[in-house]
């Protein structure tokens, strides 16, 4: 699903070897490229004809009509039917007319569909935003998983160059009969396995840099490089009330949901609008011939102007109508049950973020002490191996937790990311 967000497009100006993307870059791009937003953003221009549509009914309805033809002679016979006659009657048929008519009242049913049209371009464009929401957060994640890969990255080529120079040392060792074969043996084997890791690391990060690079449009040999200062965000504190209540007025969803219960009391007063009479005013004018209200008819134009105005009632009104209006009411009791869920949803999913964004602060910062732990027993229990109060199990041992205190470190620092922006999700400001 991811590599079907963005279409691909060209970007010659960009170095085809490295590129250092910033997350707001990031968004920026998914925002204007993404097809499921273009998608969005064709709802909203559709919404906004649609309410163009609705106003247009307050315009008056104008007709014209021509006919052209021929008429036949005419028959008339007396009472009994018995006796028949023939009358002639000019054979050319002309008529052309032309009516106007502007509706004055219809139980505000025009004004109320208008205002529905128009929460209906509300609704689209926050329908829109809760699916850019959906896309940043999509993108967000591939990019924290870029950067905590790069730091594993880091890590793991940190602890490689040590094993190096520890290996390098007890090769020293051994030449001085200090140490087994054994002892070298192993190391090498640690060696080996820390290379395997570090190239499965590599390896990741090029499956996620060419994903990114195929979504983004960049040249697929561009190596994508984090934002450095990504580092201290995050970081910041927030108290939660203010932040459920930043929610509670910008998250998408909730508003979308209030205006579809807006629009649900509208549908009610439409629905009663089909018990209130239609007034209207109307004027035409017509021109015809042949003039048929002689004996014999002539064949000459007749011309004849009205205006008046016009009141029409549908009385079955009385008995349909109450259906729709019972429906309606339904409809929007349905809608604030709806609204009141969401929000209970959007509360819970601030507090979930917010107390894992906060618990991701402090296993950092756990972490942060653990990682200085192991460095410090690593220097410990190499000292003494060197000294020979040491076995190479010990060593061993000791880096192999200064490696997964690194990793859990680097794994830290992206989790704060994550948990952040997920944070931010929740609250509709991504």
């Not at 649900?264 to 011939?289: E, M, N």
């Not at 969401?342 to 296993?363: G, N, P």
């Amino acid at each position: 699903m991811f590599l079907t967000v963005l279409p691909a497009f060209s970007y010659a100006q960009i170095d085809t070897t490295q590129h250092i993307l910033k997350i707001q870059d990031l968004f920026s791009l998914a925002k204007a490229h993404s097809k499921e937003l273009g998608i969005s953003n064709e709802a909203i221009g559709i919404s906004k004809k649609q309410t163009e549509i609705a106003k247009a009914e307050r315009l008056p309805e104008v007709e014209a009509g021509l006919k052209y033809g021929y008429l036949s002679d005419a028959f008339v016979w007396d009472h009994t039917l018995s006796n028949r006659e023939r009358a002639a009657i000019p054979h050319i048929s002309t008529d052309f007319s032309i009516e106007a008519s502007q509706i004055l009242y219809k139980g505000n049913a025009i004004t109320n569909n208008i205002k529905k049209s128009e929460l209906a371009e509300q609704l689209a464009q926050l329908n829109y935003d809760q699916d850019t929401q959906d896309i940043l957060f999509l993108l967000a994640g591939k990019y924290f998983d870029l950067y905590r890969s790069y730091n594993q990255q880091k890590v793991y080529r940190q602890n490689i160059e040590l094993a190096k120079k520890r290996l390098d040392n007890i090769r020293k060792l051994r030449t001085e009969g200090m140490v087994t074969q054994n002892d070298i043996v192993r190391s090498e084997l640690q060696l080996t396995n820390l290379q395997t890791e570090l190239e499965d690391v590599g390896n990741d990060i090029t499956i996620i840099n060419r994903e990114l690079c195929t979504v983004l449009g960049f040249p697929l040999d561009t190596k994508l490089q984090v934002d450095s200062t990504l580092d201290s965000a995050g970081q910041q504190s927030a108290g939660f009330g203010n932040i459920l209540a930043e929610a509670s007025a910008t998250n998408p969803a909730i508003k979308a949901s209030t205006v579809k219960e807006l629009m649900a009391d509208r549908d009610i007063a439409i629905a009663k609008a089909a018990r209130r009479p239609v007034i209207s005013l109307y004027a035409g004018d017509a021109l015809s011939r042949p003039f048929l209200y002689s004996l014999p008819p002539m064949d000459i134009y007749m011309s004849f102007f009205q205006a008046g105005i016009k009141i029409n009632y549908n009385i079955s009104s009385l008995y349909h109508a109450k259906h729709h209006i019972d429906l309606a009411r339904l409809e929007y009791g349905r809608q604030q049950k709806a609204t009141e869920l969401v929000r209970e949803k959007t509360d819970l999913a601030v507090h979930q973020a917010f107390v894992k964004w906060e618990e991701a602060k402090s296993d950092y910062a756990a972490y942060e002490k653990s990682f200085d732990l192991a460095n410090d027993n690593y220097r410990i229990v190499e000292s003494k191996y060197y000294n020979q109060f040491a076995v190479l199990t010990d060593i061993l041992d000791a880096s192999t937790a200064k490696l997964n205190a690194g990793l859990a470190l680097s794994n830290a620092k992206a989790n704060i990311l994550f948990r952040w922006y997920q944070l931010q999700k929740a609250v509709g400001k991504l």
